[in-house]
């Protein structure tokens, strides 16, 4: 990323000196990316289990194809749901502060996830996960909490940590849900009491709650509002702050942030995004539909387990070489090479399907392709922290940080809601009805990566300076 700091002359040439790095505040982020985990691994717990939930609701009549149609009508009509009002939350915390916000968001997501493991209906199970989507503004809120507490000499650093502590949370959530759902069939001797039985997926939902009033608490103690006042000092009357935050807002239009600067890192983010979802309600999919139907057969706990190895290995990568890429090859370079992995990890679906079907679930082949395929995961998950580093400092100042970050969570959600709805669906329908011998998904998803090739490449070459 390119910054610049006071220029000197030397030769009778200005010469613009870098920026040094601005350590970043270490104990503030820290607090932030905890809350960001507990959030991870509360929504990556039910991926595991939610497919076997959905077939023992019977709302599929016995149809194991069509459980792709109602696991994606939970997952979009979630998005959907914070897609109506994710933008308002972020327009909120302009006003009365980020701090607040997020609580809000932590209290509604700890309910949620109650309600979550007490349904025993197809709908309560929407209620639930839609409650989380229309309370919880907290996605696009903390991405500008992280563009506030961030400079562009250490941009890259801040951002990096966001995938990092995805695939973390997506280990430790994936693992959790995989392994305390159904207690009475793993420890019998333990959970003996018929509730149970009747609420078989209720305890790695409690787990989750659990973490998420601890991550409550650390935030009401720990977290300081980011939210600052240009040219208003702390010994000004609260009110007065206050007017000058609403004043500031109204004067900013959405209209007048619909810029080919704006826009355009959006678009990306949000065609990423599509991708992305698809791709995840995808891998639980594919992995627990029978093997008759082109998947793999597995259990909750045996993809739970997988998905863990896959989170950790991921958040490992992430960790140790995200922001040194990023520094070596550059942000769009990196964006780029990282979107163009999604059409090779597609081709690996099918691949392994071809194999399932001539070889065995015992073929070592079978294991190359899952590893190939994680590979190519960890290099497209490199896109998430450029993407957002262009969406950051697209915003002209920092005081409409938090309408960019709402306006891009908008479109990512409304994306997200799309894309799991369409995909599973489709999937449950090329498998149903042999189109493109059950492949017709794949081919979709593919040339939608073209897309969002060509959208990359209209990034602008340069991370442009949005300190002064």
């Not at 194809?65 to 979630?78: E, H, P, Q, R, T």
């Not at 392994?179 to 997926?201: C, E, I, N, V």
């Not at 998420?212 to 000092?233: K, R, W």
Request: proline share 5%.
């Amino acid at each position: 990323m390119v910054t610049s700091g006071s220029p000197r002359i030397a030769n009778g040439e200005i010469i613009v000196m870098p920026k040094p790095t601005t350590p970043l505040p270490q104990f503030q982020i820290g607090i932030l990316m905890m809350f960001e985990l507990t959030e991870i691994i509360a929504s990556m717990s039910i991926y595991p289990y939610i497919n076997q939930l959905v077939r023992e609701i019977d709302i599929t009549g016995g149809d194991d194809a069509a459980v792709g149609y109602y696991v994606g009508l939970i997952d979009s009509l979630f998005y959907l749901a914070q897609a109506l009002t994710v933008l308002s939350w972020s327009r909120l915390s302009d006003r009365i502060g980020r701090k607040p916000v997020l609580l809000i968001g932590l209290t509604a997501a700890c309910i949620s996830m109650i309600c979550f493991g007490l349904s025993t209906t197809f709908w309560s199970l929407v209620i639930s996960r839609c409650m989380w989507g229309v309370l919880n503004g907290n996605t696009g809120v903390m991405k500008t909490v992280m563009g506030e507490l961030t400079d562009s000499t250490n941009m890259a650093q801040g951002f990096a940590l966001i995938p990092i502590i995805w695939s973390i949370g997506s280990f430790v959530g994936s693992l959790m849900g995989g392994m305390l759902a159904r207690p009475q069939d793993h420890w019998p001797g333990l959970f003996t009491d018929p509730f149970w039985r009747k609420y078989s997926y209720f305890l790695p939902c409690v787990v989750s709650a659990s973490l998420l009033l601890l991550a409550f608490f650390m935030l009401l103690h720990f977290l300081e509002e980011t939210l600052s006042i240009p040219g208003v000092s702390r010994g000004v009357d609260s009110d007065d702050q206050e007017a000058f935050v609403r004043q500031s807002t109204a004067n900013t239009t959405l209209w007048s942030l619909l810029t080919p600067a704006i826009v355009i890192p959006i678009a990306n983010y949000a065609m990423l995004s599509f991708l992305d979802t698809s791709f995840r309600a995808l891998i639980p999919l594919f992995l627990s539909t029978p093997t008759h139907l082109g998947g793999m057969g597995l259990t909750p706990s045996s993809i739970g387990l997988w998905l863990a190895f896959c989170g950790i290995v991921d958040g490992l990568f992430q960790a140790l070489f995200l922001a040194k890429i990023v520094d070596w090859v550059g942000p769009k370079h990196l964006f780029c090479v990282s979107v163009s992995c999604f059409a090779p990890l597609i081709v690996a679906f099918p691949v392994m399907s071809w194999l399932v079907r001539t070889r065995g679930m015992v073929d070592h082949a079978i294991m190359y392709a899952l590893l190939g395929q994680l590979i190519l995961t960890v290099t497209w998950d490199m896109a998430f922290a450029t993407g957002l580093m262009f969406i950051t400092a697209s915003a002209p100042t920092k005081n409409v940080l938090g309408v960019v970050n709402g306006l891009s969570q908008s479109s990512r959600s409304i994306a997200c809601a799309l894309g799991p709805a369409l995909t599973t669906s489709l999937f449950a329908f090329s498998k149903k009805h042999n189109i493109l011998n059950g492949n017709a998904v794949y081919v979709v998803l593919i040339m939608l990566s073209g897309v969002l090739r060509w959208l990359g490449s209209q990034l602008p070459d340069e991370i442009q300076d949005r300190d002064e």
